[in-house]
């Protein structure tokens, strides 16, 4: 082969290379991209999720809500509220028309990923026998708590993403571990889409798929 033509098949077999590489790495980088932004409040409503984004069998109670309690944010029964909280929303669910059976979906922004940390270790508790890995992590910290304090029938999945802590409380005998993990994920996928401009359009559905 010449020299000209040993040079072009040089030139394709790195092309490729490269391409290959940054095709990785975005892959990677999406999967994991941490919440950083310091979302407004209408954003942190457009990303929670609604009828439809949920599992099935759950329907929204009474709309999306703000946040106005920093305390709301931290661990339960505290009224102290967690260094650096911004602002927050929530929906709640109800299954199949009944109060008896609740789901609580709720997003919290912190200035720094710092303060976020040590609000996120708060709200999850101390119970370390109460908690269960989650089948598929969620973010850059995640964990499932069952049952914790005095609650009978109730369970709480909790994720931190850069600045941003997602809980998923369901409490009735309508709870679902699983379900509670892929609709953690699909919130953190739809914050992810807002903080990149675009519609928040994941749901929990897409999320058990994955």
């Known amino acids: 082969m010449s020299r000209k033509g040993t040079a072009a098949a040089l030139a394709a077999l790195l092309g490729v290379t490269v391409l290959t590489s940054c095709s990785s790495d975005n892959s990677e980088g999406d999967a994991d991209k941490p919440v950083t932004k310091q979302l407004s409040q209408g954003e942190i409503s457009q990303a929670l999720p609604g009828t439809g984004d949920v599992i099935s069998g759950w329907e929204s109670y009474k709309g999306k809500r703000v946040t106005k309690e920093a305390s709301y944010c931290t661990a339960s029964g505290s009224t102290v509220a967690p260094e650096g909280w911004v602002r927050g ?3 709640w669910f109800t299954h199949d028309g009944s109060t008896t059976n609740m789901m609580d979906v709720s997003v919290c922004l912190y200035d720094t ?3 976020s940390k040590a609000a996120y270790a708060a709200w999850r508790g ?3 026998d109460k908690e ?3 089948g598929k992590p969620v973010g850059e910290e995640s964990v499932l708590v069952t049952n914790p304090g005095r609650s009978e029938d109730s369970l709480s999945a909790f994720s ?3 600045n941003v802590n ?3 409380k369901i ?3 309508a709870g679902d571990s699983t379900g509670a993990q892929d609709v953690l994920a699909a919130t953190l996928k739809r914050l992810q889409q807002v903080q990149d401009g675009e519609r928040a359009t994941a749901t929990a559905a ?3 798929k994955q």
Request: proline content about 0%; hydrophobic content about 30%.
């Open 132 to 134: 269960q890995d989650l």
């Open 113 to 115: 990923a710092q303060h």
């Open 126 to 128: 101390g119970e370390a």
């Open 89 to 91: 929303g929530s929906a």
């Open 171 to 173: 409490d009735g005998t």
């Open 166 to 168: 997602i809980r998923v």
């Open 160 to 162: 931190r993403s850069g």
């Open 206 to 208: 897409e999320q058990a």
